[in-house]
């Protein structure tokens, strides 16, 4: 049998495909694997090229085949759908993975390793009580409007109709609809609580982190967002340029051009919608400022008296994203531009 050089596995719960060719692109292997045979399989094998989709549990199998000695690439799996010839089936999946790995055009993602994961995880399950206290603050306003009990809008504000919840002499509520009302107060508390720990933690971590303290030095971007950053962003030198960053983001303009002619659209909204939210709710907070304050640089000026105000945040979110980029790959701080 022919040495193999290059490997796509197509990833799943239990069974996996393996797809390999070797120099001369000729199939060697092409046969099925279960969980417990991967890691022996490919201890058996010299060092090769394994490609996979960046999909769930891709970066742990990453690490674990890099430990073997194997190179691992990642790809966007949108982009190796282009390679599938005819029918979806793990085989014709695997096959076009080991294709797409060898591709010189081809985009890569860098492999985290646990502690990012570890953080980034944190990030989610602090996404999720987030909205999740939304959803029980909406449920208490509601609820508590039906009987002409209305606060104003914010979190904080919540505190206001707990008191009321709270109050047993309030003759406003009828009993009935107190009970109910305590249900959704508790689980607001406990909400709260949650995501008041898990920021702890993303502070904690964010001090350890001489990387995201440097990203922190960027207006428009606190310890939460540079985290995120710090985190997702493991290889910033795979994005040749901060427009490419912007553009994994999703934070350019859709394209549709022919002739010569250039036609741009709405912003792409493609890659990570955690970090695009991020970026412009920070870009939003750095334009109220310098609104309420008149302290806009004059680029940042000049955008807000010619687009309105949310165009103008994302073209500042996109600008952030460039300089987050030149950070990462400079290893310095954030300096202002002079006049």
């Known amino acids: 049998m022919s040495e193999v050089i290059t490997i796509g596995l197509d990833l799943a719960k239990n069974v996996f495909q393996v797809h390999g060719v070797d120099a001369e692109g000729v199939v060697v292997i092409q046969r099925q694997l279960r969980r417990s045979q991967v890691l022996p399989f490919f201890k058996k094998l010299g060092p090769c090229l394994v490609g996979m ?44 993975i080991c294709e797409a790995v060898t591709r010189p055009t081809m985009r890569f993602a860098s492999v985290k390793d646990t502690e990012q994961q570890g953080i980034l995880m944190v990030h989610r399950t602090r996404e999720l009580l987030v ?78 982190n001489e990387t995201s303290r440097r990203l922190e030095t960027i207006p428009g971007i606190g310890r939460i967002t540079a985290s995120a950053l710090s985190a997702s962003v493991s290889d910033p030198s795979v994005f040749r340029s901060g427009r490419e960053l912007a553009a ?57 008296a010619r687009k309105p105000t949310k165009v103008a945040a994302v073209a500042l979110a996109n600008k952030n994203a460039r300089i987050v980029w030149s950070i990462l790959m400079g290893g310095e701080g954030y300096r202002p531009a002079t006049a």
């Not at 919540?158 to 009993?175: G, S, T, W």
């Not at 508790?186 to 971590?205: C, G, M, P, T, Y």
Request: with cysteine.
């Open 53 to 96: 989709e960046a999909c769930a549990t891709a970066h742990h199998w990453a690490r674990q085949l890099m430990g073997l000695g194997h190179e691992v690439k990642l790809m966007p799996p949108n982009y190796v759908k282009a390679y599938v010839k005819r029918g979806k089936n793990d085989a014709a999946d695997a096959a076009a």
């Open 131 to 208: 909205r999740q206290r939304t959803m029980a603050v909406n449920a208490l306003r509601a609820h508590m409007a039906e009987f002409g009990i209305v606060a104003p809008v914010g979190v904080p504000q919540v505190k206001k109709l707990l008191a009321i919840i709270n109050d047993p002499d309030d003759a406003r509520l009828p009993p009935v609809a107190r009970s109910c009302l305590e249900a959704l107060a508790r689980q607001f508390l406990s909400l709260d609580a949650e995501i008041n720990a898990a920021e702890k933690h993303i502070h904690a971590w964010h001090r350890s």
């Open 248 to 304: 994994w983001i999703g934070l350019v303009p859709k394209q549709n051009s022919t002739g010569g002619k250039q036609r741009l659209g709405r912003i792409s909204k493609q890659g990570d919608p955690y970090l695009r939210w991020l970026l412009v709710a920070g870009a939003l907070s750095v334009i109220r400022q310098a609104e309420r304050r008149g302290t806009a640089s004059p680029w940042l000026a000049g955008i807000i």
